[in-house]
């Protein structure tokens, strides 16, 4: 319960600092698959349509269909010497706030920014190939600049993949704010 509500404020927080703005900017996005008998990316970039158009897309395809269990990881870190954690660091269970997309104000967040883009936008099991098609930037852009306003710098958005407990991917977001 206390978690939970420590969730909902920090999401709180987020809104209420909506004025203030920076700019953002995608610099890079890696995938990395870690079993490559289970899952393997097919692509995965950013691309610069122009100055300003540029969308990240993915593919992954998945070997042992259908996925029942998915647990994701994801924290933010920020570069000093090396990328160090910043804010959240959190484990979610992705079936469960599929089935309940109020479950989980954050990454209910986070879901929000691609799940128009995807087709990671049903809930389990998941028996076909995940996709993030031609998501663009300007739109992360201004959700990210809105909703946080952190201090200048180059920030890592880290996201590891579980599937029946076990670390499938990762997919790591590069950016700037300035
Ligand atoms: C950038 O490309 C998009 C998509 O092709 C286009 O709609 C937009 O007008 C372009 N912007 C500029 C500044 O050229
Ligand atoms: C997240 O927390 C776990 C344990 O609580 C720790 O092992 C891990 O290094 C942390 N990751 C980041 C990026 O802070
Ligand atoms: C996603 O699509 C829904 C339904 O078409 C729409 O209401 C919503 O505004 C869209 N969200 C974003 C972030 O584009
Ligand atoms: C999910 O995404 C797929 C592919 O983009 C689309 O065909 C489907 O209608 C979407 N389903 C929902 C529930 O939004
Ligand atoms: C990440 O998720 C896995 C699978 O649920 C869990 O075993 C691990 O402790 C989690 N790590 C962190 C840092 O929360």
Same mark, same amino acid.
């Given at each position: 319960?206390?978690?939970?509500?420590? $969730?909902?404020?920090?999401?709180?927080?987020?809104?209420?600092?909506?004025?203030?703005?920076?700019?953002?900017?995608?610099?890079?996005?890696?995938?990395?698959?870690?079993?490559?008998?289970?899952?393997?990316?097919?692509?995965?970039?950013?691309?610069?349509?122009?100055?300003?158009?540029?969308?990240?897309?993915?593919?992954?395809?998945?070997?042992?269909?259908?996925?029942?269990?998915?647990?994701?990881?994801?924290?933010?870190?920020?570069?000093?010497?090396?990328?160090?954690?910043? $804010?959240?660091?959190?484990?979610?269970?992705?079936?469960?706030?599929?089935?309940?997309?109020?479950?989980?104000?954050?990454?209910?967040?986070?879901?929000?920014?691609?799940?128009?883009?995807?087709?990671?936008?049903?809930?389990?099991?998941?028996?076909?190939?995940?996709?993030?098609?031609?998501?663009? !930037?300007?739109?992360?852009?201004?959700?990210? !600049?809105?909703? $946080?306003?952190?201090?200048?710098?180059?920030?890592?958005?880290?996201?590891?993949?579980?599937?029946?407990?076990?670390?499938?991917?990762?997919?790591?977001?590069?950016?700037?704010?300035?």
């Amino acid at each position: 319960m206390c978690k939970y509500l420590k $969730l909902n404020q920090i999401v709180l927080i987020l809104y209420l600092v909506k004025e203030i703005s920076s700019s953002v900017e995608f610099t890079n996005v890696k995938c990395t698959s870690w079993d490559k008998k289970f899952d393997e990316f097919e692509y995965c970039h950013l691309k610069s349509v122009n100055r300003s158009f540029k969308y990240l897309s993915l593919k992954v395809n998945l070997y042992k269909v259908p996925i029942t269990k998915i647990k994701v990881n994801f924290s933010l870190l920020k570069r000093y010497n090396g990328y160090k954690p910043f $804010l959240y660091n959190i484990t979610v269970d992705a079936c469960k706030f599929l089935k309940h997309p109020k479950s989980n104000p954050i990454f209910g967040f986070f879901h929000g920014l691609f799940k128009n883009h995807s087709n990671m936008n049903h809930s389990c099991p998941f028996d076909h190939d995940i996709i993030v098609d031609k998501l663009p !930037t300007s739109f992360w852009n201004q959700q990210i !600049t809105g909703a $946080l306003n952190f201090p200048h710098g180059d920030y890592l958005f880290h996201s590891d993949w579980y599937a029946y407990g076990i670390n499938r991917a990762t997919v790591d977001f590069f950016y700037t704010l300035s």
